[in-house]
């Protein structure tokens, strides 16, 4: 993993736990985020499918376009969190949609909310992103409550989003829009 010097939060006002560090991803953190990805719970609330590599993350990192900004969270030298955000184009280029995660073992902890606050920070006083959106898996309480913090509101129900664990799953449709 790469060492840097500690980050701070781009908003002035943010607030993380103490020993946290936000920083752009590199191919050193591909182990991190692979250990981090193949988590049960981590892959319960994505998209992600089991035992991915950490050859197949840094390979997907070395090819990120130019319109992904993916960030890790640092603590105690281990990845504990991740978030992308990928800005849109053409006639979508006021809008950007993220995914994100936090480890199973660190959650409840402000990571996701230090994650999700710097995406904000980045789309709204970077990119100037009007609309700000992601898919969520309906049964995700922790999730939900993060995104209702940070101003998203629901805009749809997707029926059997999802195949996960041998079930069909439904997704909410959320956005955030800036005013």
Do not use: C
């Not at 090819?63 to 978030?83: E, R």
């Not at 955000?85 to 073992?105: E, I, W, Y």
């Amino acid at each position: 993993m790469t060492t840097l010097l500690p980050s701070k939060p781009i908003n002035p006002d943010a607030r993380w736990p103490d020993g946290l560090t936000i920083r752009a991803r590199t191919p050193a953190d591909a182990a991190g985020i692979a250990a981090l990805h193949n988590l049960p719970g981590y892959r319960h609330g994505t998209l992600r499918t089991p035992y991915h590599s950490a050859e197949e993350i840094r390979k997907g990192i070395e090819n990120q376009p130019a319109t992904v900004t993916a960030l890790v969270a640092i603590l105690d030298d281990q990845v504990v969190g991740d978030i992308g955000l990928t800005r849109h184009a053409a006639r979508r280029a006021h809008s950007g949609s993220f995914g994100m995660g936090v480890h199973d073992a660190f959650r409840g902890r402000g990571i996701g909310s230090a994650l999700l606050g710097e995406v904000v920070a980045i789309a709204d006083n970077w990119y100037n992103l009007k609309r700000l959106e992601m898919t969520v898996y309906a049964d995700n309480e922790p999730a939900l409550a993060l995104y209702r913090k940070f101003g998203f509101e629901v805009e749809g129900t997707l029926r059997n989003f999802a195949f996960r664990d041998g079930a069909f799953v439904d997704a909410l449709t959320m956005a955030r829009l800036k005013a």
